[in-house]
């Protein structure tokens, strides 16, 4: 078990650039979840899948947003047209479902910082 | 709507006192609550959870935090504070049949004098 790994761990961008970020979930790990975190703030639900369907997203995530998780292992977010608003560090967690309705314990990764300049 | 408010952004103790980090929750169906440290730089440890076994709950590094549903609390304790556990604490709320996505609150602050 080598736990939660994201990639790039910092990102610098201009303002109106593309940027993509990698999730490696925890092995036989089928849920995997995006959050935001901005500066002093609590980190705020994105998006989250299961294996490879994407199941919900949040209304935080505009269409400039895009997530993958194409063979229900590693996942993708991308951000089209970054804006200074986007800064933040953006974390990935997984998990495996428990059965009789009980919650799931999530595992996140280190982050990765984004920066808009 | 359910949500999570942390009572104080910053809290400082001295090394050795007592550590009471507040933590309450609104939810309208019986809730799971977690305790998330984050060190600077670093992703989200999980400290501890209630999912309803038991409402005092023990978790690692010597902190507890007790479910008071009465006062929809959630607080979370440990009674000799060291300097390593200065960091940011995280108080965060799921539902049972959703997705297990987390509701986090703001944060807490906890500095440790020595």
């Known amino acids: 078990d080598t736990g939660v790994s994201q990639n790039p761990r910092h990102k610098i961008t ?104 | 709507a359910q949500s999570v408010t942390q009572l104080g952004s910053h809290v400082s103790v001295s090394e050795g006192a007592l550590v009471l980090l507040r933590c309450n929750y609104s939810s309208s169906v019986p809730p799971y609550l977690f305790w998330y440290v984050q060190y600077p730089n670093q992703g989200l440890q999980l400290l501890l959870k209630y999912t309803s076994a038991a409402t005092l709950v023990k978790g690692i590094n010597g902190f507890e935090a007790e479910f008071k549903k009465s006062e929809t609390s959630f607080h979370l304790t440990k009674p000799s504070a060291h300097m390593s556990d200065a960091a940011e604490y995280f108080c965060a709320v799921s539902f049972s049949g959703n997705t297990g996505k987390l509701i986090f609150g703001q944060g807490t602050t906890l500095q440790v004098k020595p």
């Not at chain 1, 400039?64 to 991308?78: D, M, N, Q, Y």
């Not at chain 1, 967690?93 to 300049?117: E, H, I, K, N």
């Open chain 1, 14 to 117: 201009k303002r109106g650039q593309n940027v993509t970020f990698r999730c490696d979930p925890i092995s036989e790990h089928n849920r995997l979840y995006w959050y935001r975190q901005t500066l002093g703030q609590g980190p705020e639900f994105l998006t989250y899948f299961q294996n490879e369907a994407q199941l919900e997203k949040s209304r935080l995530l505009s269409d400039r947003f895009s997530a993958e998780r194409p063979k229900g292992s590693f996942s993708t977010l991308e951000i089209q047209r970054t804006e200074q608003g986007d800064s933040a560090m953006y974390l990935c967690a997984s998990s495996v479902p428990l059965s009789g309705g009980v919650t799931d314990t999530q595992y996140f990764g280190p982050g990765t910082r984004l920066t808009v300049l």
